[in-house]
């Protein structure tokens, strides 16, 4: 059988997966590729679903989502592409796999700083860097440049350096006092660490409950995940085991960074997907969203879930998410150069 | 005109399928490109860095990576080698109450993925987990701070808790290899007046070192591949610095570079190793191959020779395993089964029985490649088919990524020139993707394994049925294989067994909605509600342990040379 033959009887078979794929895609659906676990909106998008009738697919990646909808290009069956940090969501625009979208609702519901300029990217939410504390040290307000000081000798806890949560906080640091406040900084924070840099931010209250260390800096959510019990019963222990502080920089407000998304610039179903996105920033969205996250809501005037309230009013620092963004490099290379995780 | 042209071109074709398995080689060499795609792609993508970040990366980060890197291998390298080593010893030449027990119990530990393995003994050796809780009750000490317990987020922890997962790799391969080769010289030494013990190190050890090496370096090369794990205990690997350098640093060619910087390591130890014991021969004639007679131990000494034997099985498997049942019943009770597992264990053992079945079929085609053409290039084909083993899942995964992409936009295009109608994403859309990846990750288990099989059976047979005229291909079917079979059955469960935990690259390359058992538990892992993740880590376990009691059964016989050896030595068993 020649190549031709082989050909002749391949293709159409070819053509006839294709085509059906392509008559499951032509009914009203919206393609979700996420790096955050999406059962934490799986709530929302079933509202949306019964409101609108639009199905929701959903793929979890970690990490290499740029890289993977970059390969299938114009076949890629990706709408929206869904990040956590402000980094992570500035590599898709680097990536060259957004489009730029035009949207009243979106740019009403969110602030002018919380999304790209030409509407590459939007935030959904926020979340705080906050300070988990044990309860016997009586710590009412606390800077991130205090975690340095010298009397916490032994005593903090914290997550590998090179993640993005800490890089990002890192970054916020260099952009303010320059690198060699910065290195000074590391190098001192690396000197109270209480055990090595590793592990999640649940750990820092778990760690504290198990009286390893006193204090860490950690999300504001799981603070919500915890206490609220989602986490299942020991975690409610860990929640309960610590007090909260919202720190703020010298000077300065609480280090935020977002959970947002991106239109796919070959998104197949792009009317569906900025629909969706227009959902997720309305008022029952981000209710919604608050409460299923306990993270903070983006559009101003919706309140965070009660466990979160209680933590205290949040004043978001000053600096831009971009400014951020763009010291990550150098402060993820500081990190090593203090060797912070070793 | 055709008259003639037929007989000759029939003639030539027989000479192509020849003497020379010219066909084996051919396609082997497929294979191997096929394997080789990734790797080539991952050099185009590092060349498409500057390479300015190696500045920062040899003053701040390769140093301290490759001291990491070193001691972890190195401590792995030296406990797996003496667990499993020293437990495949201990089973064949000793008998001893509960030895038939261990003889399987002793795979057990492979079922459990390494990450698991960590959470688990975190949560169990935390000051707030029950032993320290336990302890600090027996001394009535009330602060966790009066007691001082070793850390597990530690280099000695980590090393210990990859050990104790890896270590069925080498028991594995040595077993086999005791049991079939030991035998003759050990009693030669024996009739000589030589103890069992010294005659372990002397002679056993030594004859098993291809053994030994292949089974260490698969197991070293999970624990250099892991990042979960080791992220998790804080040992930052020259795989996380790849991972740093990729996801903080947005430098994915910069990242490609430090991977093919790290396969460049390890190929040239794998020669150096192949290249040290060039001259050594480690194949004996199987037909006189017998099982060692096991010594009887009795008594006191015969229990305390099973519980050093347990002792693996209890810390890599039993405790794990019962941590995870505990919290899955715990979570059973509190939010019932997800309704989902059932489509995701469905998935999972789907996609990797597909999976095994190409990565086994392809292994031997390979590894039959290379006996055919011992002197040639056919062990650089073995060697290269398996080099898929040595990348970390997620930078093969990426470098599968861009090739498999454009052959799907090619074929789209064709079929929208001829039919109209676009194919999608055929390839990657479908999950074969997925097959490609585990194909291409664990063909060096299956390559490695049948290879080991063929070296046991005599070439004599080869020669004397190529003499009566038969080709390569009947000479596979009616005498290599059924010799084969048992290899080919271990080598398949491997495989099997791996797909399943496999996790990075199912997380990049599957496609939308196609979730498995170890996406589901990753999924739920990073939401940080590791309870949830307890069902399916138990049913990753629990699928993972049928596999491996099968292995057991399997690899019993696949231990010794066919036929008639293998009656001998399952009569004994």
């Known amino acids: 059988m020649n190549a031709a033959r082989v050909l002749r009887h391949i293709l159409p078979l070819a053509a006839l997966a294709g085509a059906c794929t392509a008559s499951i895609a032509s009914a009203e659906e919206v393609n979700i590729y996420t790096t955050r676990e999406p059962g934490l909106i799986e709530p929302l998008l079933q509202v949306f679903t019964k409101e609108t009738g639009i199905k929701v697919n959903t793929l979890f990646i970690k990490d290499g989502m740029p890289e993977r909808v970059a390969a299938e290009g114009e076949s890629s069956p990706a709408d929206i592409m869904m990040a956590v940090d402000v980094g992570n969501i500035v590599d898709l625009l680097d990536a060259g796999v957004t489009q730029p979208i035009k949207s009243e609702a979106l740019e009403a519901a969110i602030p002018a700083n919380l999304r790209d300029p030409d509407g590459n990217w939007f935030a959904l939410s926020m979340r705080a860097r906050v300070l988990y504390v044990a309860k016997d040290l009586d710590i009412k307000s606390f800077t991130y440049e205090e975690l340095a000081d010298p009397k916490y000798k032994g005593k903090v806890c914290i997550r590998s350096g090179q993640h993005p949560y800490n890089t990002a906080l890192f970054a916020a640091y260099l952009a303010k006092h320059g690198e060699a406040k910065t290195e000074e900084f590391l190098t001192a924070l690396k000197a109270n660490l209480a055990r090595k840099a590793g592990g999640g931010d649940r750990d820092v209250a778990r760690d504290i409950l198990g009286q390893i260390c006193d204090l860490g800096p950690a999300n504001s959510y799981y603070v919500g995940l915890m206490r609220s019990g989602k986490g299942g019963p020991e975690q409610v222990e860990w929640g309960n085991a610590i007090n909260v502080v919202l720190p703020t920089f010298d000077g300065g407000g609480t280090h935020v960074n977002i959970s947002g998304a991106a239109i796919a610039k070959h998104a197949p179903n792009k009317d569906a997907a900025v629909k969706l996105l227009e959902f997720l920033v309305s008022d029952e969205g981000q209710e919604l969203y608050a409460h299923a996250n306990y993270e903070f809501p983006v559009k101003p005037g919706v309140a965070p879930d009660a466990i979160i309230s209680a933590l205290g009013p949040l004043t978001v620092d000053s600096l831009s998410l971009g400014d951020i963004a763009k010291h990550r490099k150098q402060a993820s290379e500081l990190v090593d150069k203090v060797g912070f995780d070793n | ?573």
């Open chain 2, 1 to 573: 005109m055709a008259d003639t042209e037929e007989p000759r071109r029939a003639l030539s074709l027989d000479r192509w399928r020849g003497a020379d398995g010219g066909v084996w080689l051919l396609f082997a060499g497929v294979v191997a490109l096929l394997v080789l795609a990734p790797v080539i792609s991952l050099g185009l993508i590092a060349s498409r860095g500057s390479g300015d970040l190696w500045p920062h990366l040899i003053e701040n980060v390769i140093p301290v990576a490759f001291r990491v890197t070193f001691i972890l291998l190195l401590g792995v390298g030296v406990l797996v080698t003496a667990i499993g080593a020293g437990t495949a010893w201990l089973v064949t030449a000793y008998d001893f109450p509960g030895r038939r027990i261990l003889d399987w119990a002793l795979l057990l530990p492979l079922a459990v993925p390494t990450y698991i393995v960590a959470y688990a003994y975190l949560d169990i050796l935390h000051p707030i987990g029950p032993v320290q809780t336990t302890l600090r009750a027996i001394l009535g000490l009330t602060s966790p701070r009066d007691l001082w317990f070793p850390e597990i987020r530690s280099m000695a922890g980590c090393i210990i808790l990859f050990s104790l997962v890896l270590y069925p790799y080498v028991y594995l391969s040595t077993r086999a290899l005791f049991l079939m080769q030991a035998a003759g010289l050990v009693e030669a030494a024996e009739t000589l007046g030589a103890r069992r013990r010294p005659v372990f190190f002397r002679i056993a050890l030594p004859l098993a070192r291809p053994a030994i090496v292949v089974g260490t370096s698969l197991a070293l090369m999970e624990a250099l591949n892991d990042v979960g794990a080791s992220e998790f205990l804080g040992i930052r690997t020259l795989t996380v610095s790849i991972y740093s350098t990729w996801i903080n640093r947005s430098s994915l060619p910069g990242a490609a570079q430090i991977a093919l910087l790290m396969l460049f390591i390890i190929v040239t130890l794998i020669v150096v190793e192949r290249w040290a014991r060039r001259k050594q021969r480690f194949t004996g004639s199987a037909q006189r191959s017998q099982p060692l007679v096991p010594r009887q131990l009795t008594g006191v000494r015969g229990w305390a020779t099973f519980l050093l034997g347990a002792l693996p099985v209890l810390l890599g498997f039993v405790v794990p395993a019962s941590y995870l049942v505990n919290e899955a019943w715990k979570r059973i009770r509190f939010n019932g089964i997800a309704p989902s597992i059932l489509t995701e264990t469905g998935n999972t053992i789907l996609i990797s029985s597909i999976a095994t079945v190409f990565t086994v079929c392809l292994g031997l085609a390979v590894a039959y490649a290379a006996r055919l053409n011992r002197h040639g290039i056919g062990s650089v084909l073995v060697r290269t088919a398996s080099l898929g083993y040595a990348l970390p899942g997620t930078v093969l995964a990426i470098s599968i990524l861009t090739p498999l992409a454009n052959l799907d936009n090619l074929i789209s295009g064709f079929s929208q020139e001829l039919f109209g109608v676009s194919t999608g994403l055929l390839i990657s859309g479908s999950g074969a993707a997925l097959v490609y990846a585990y194909t291409t990750r664990f063909l060096a288990i299956s390559v490695g394994g049948i290879e080991a099989g063929f070296e046991k059976i005599p070439r004599s047979l080869d020669h004397s049925a190529r003499s009566l005229g038969h080709t390569p291909g009947p000479v596979l079917r009616a005498i290599h294989l059924p010799l084969l079979r048992p290899t080919i059955g271990a080598a398949a469960l491997l495989v099997f067994v791996d797909c399943m935990k496999e996790l990075p690259a199912t997380l990049l390359l599957r496609p939308l909605n196609f979730e498995t058992l170890a996406t589901h538990l990753y999924a739920e892992a990073s939401r940080g509600t590791y309870e949830d993740g307890a069902v399916a880590a138990l049913a990753i376990v629990l699928f993972g342990l049928f596999p491996v009691i099968l292995l057991a059964r399997f690899a019993r016989p696949a231990a010794l040379t066919g036929g008639r050896a293998a009656i001998v030595a399952d009569g004994h068993l």
